[in-house]
């Protein structure tokens, strides 16, 4: 968190909050990363979203809700396709490495997916290039702030 008047704020449903509280704890930084596991309604998590400069997901509802209010994501598809799923929009990075197998998962399979190259897919997403684009779009969320709360 390079911005000391950020804060991370990690979701997930109620059976990942303790999953979710062992990430919380590990980052070590208790006084700006809390958890919002199984306590955020869908109108409470889209009025975290209207007060966030970023999401980072998976192909999931809360990535359709922040492309919904205005949010900029970064969101990582390999079972899915980001053709058809993906956000649109400059303000939204998607990563995809588009290996041959890559949609595995689809409604001609029930969204079912059994991977038997242990999700190749999305461990060929490359973490510094993730860090890199984040740091980038809450750079320039963090420019916009400033301008609107200076003018």
């Given at each position: 968190?390079?911005?000391?008047?950020?804060?991370?704020?990690?979701?997930?449903?109620?059976?990942?909050?303790?999953a979710?509280?062992?990430?919380?704890?590990?980052?070590?930084?208790?006084?700006?990363?809390?958890?919002?596991?199984g306590?955020?309604?869908?109108?409470?998590?889209?009025?975290?979203?209207?007060?966030?400069?970023?999401?980072?997901?998976?192909?999931?509802?809360?990535?359709?809700?922040?492309?919904?209010?205005?949010?900029?994501?970064?969101?990582?598809?390999?079972?899915?396709?980001?053709?058809?799923?993906?956000?649109?929009?400059?303000?939204?990075?998607?990563?995809?490495?588009?290996?041959?197998?890559?949609?595995?998962?689809?409604?001609?399979?029930?969204?079912?997916?059994?991977?038997?190259?242990?999700?190749?897919?999305l461990?060929?997403?490359?973490?510094?290039?993730?860090?890199?684009?984040?740091?980038?779009?809450?750079?320039?969320?963090?420019?916009?702030?400033?301008?609107?709360?200076?003018?």
């Amino acid at each position: 968190l390079a911005h000391s008047s950020m804060w991370l704020v990690l979701i997930g449903g109620g059976a990942d909050r303790a999953a979710v509280e062992a990430v919380a704890e590990e980052l070590r930084m208790p006084d700006r990363v809390v958890s919002g596991a199984g306590r955020l309604s869908i109108g409470g998590l889209a009025a975290l979203f209207t007060r966030s400069c970023l999401l980072i997901t998976n192909d999931s509802g809360p990535l359709h809700l922040a492309e919904a209010v205005g949010l900029s994501t970064i969101s990582f598809f390999g079972p899915e396709t980001p053709r058809f799923y993906g956000p649109w929009g400059s303000q939204h990075r998607v990563f995809y490495t588009g290996i041959p197998c890559s949609p595995c998962m689809s409604a001609l399979n029930a969204k079912t997916v059994t991977c038997s190259i242990g999700f190749q897919c999305l461990r060929e997403i490359e973490v510094d290039e993730v860090v890199r684009a984040a740091e980038a779009m809450v750079a320039g969320a963090a420019r916009t702030l400033h301008v609107e709360t200076t003018v």
